[in-house]
Nanobody, 124 residues
Framework: QLQASGGGLVQAGGSLRLSCAASARTLRGYVMGWFRQPPGKERAFVAAIRWSGGSTHYADSVKGRFTLSRDNAKNTVYLQMNSLKSEDTAVYYC???????????????????WGQGTLVTVSS
């Protein structure tokens, strides 16, 4: 249902844009989130966007560097990642959860859909 893409290898300070496309359904009424799991660590919340209205919410570690946007026509959410650091290296996952408020997606529970991961590697 969710297809994540855009990962790759980038040098520190560089940029990448991740995409998460939803197939065969509208995302209206959902919050779309991004999570990441660094090697050997647990999954952590990165950012989320409310499909209706477009308000956003970011983890402190990425505020000012990462930006979420959405394309209603393409049913796609984008995560623009700038000023990348080595600690951003992780497998990134997108998720969709019924909208009960932006912060409720942070724990990654009761998510309806998960995308497959896309690997982001930042070399220092």
């Amino acid at each position: 249902q969710l297809q994540a893409s855009g990962g790759g290898l980038v040098q520190a300070g560089g940029s990448l844009r991740l995409s998460c496309a939803a197939s065969a359904r509208t995302l209206r009424g959902y919050v779309m989130g991004w999570f990441r799991q660094p090697p050997g660590k647990e999954r952590a919340f990165v950012a989320a966007i409310r499909w209706s209205g477009g308000s956003t919410h970011y983890a402190d570690s990425v505020k000012g560097r990462f930006t979420l946007s959405r394309d209603n026509a393409k049913n796609t959410v984008y995560l623009q990642m700038n000023s990348l650091k080595s600690e951003d290296t992780a497998v990134y996952y997108c998720a969709a959860k019924p909208d009960r408020g932006l912060p409720t997606i942070r724990d990654g529970n009761r998510v309806d859909y998960w995308g497959q991961g896309t690997l982001v590697t930042v070399s220092s």
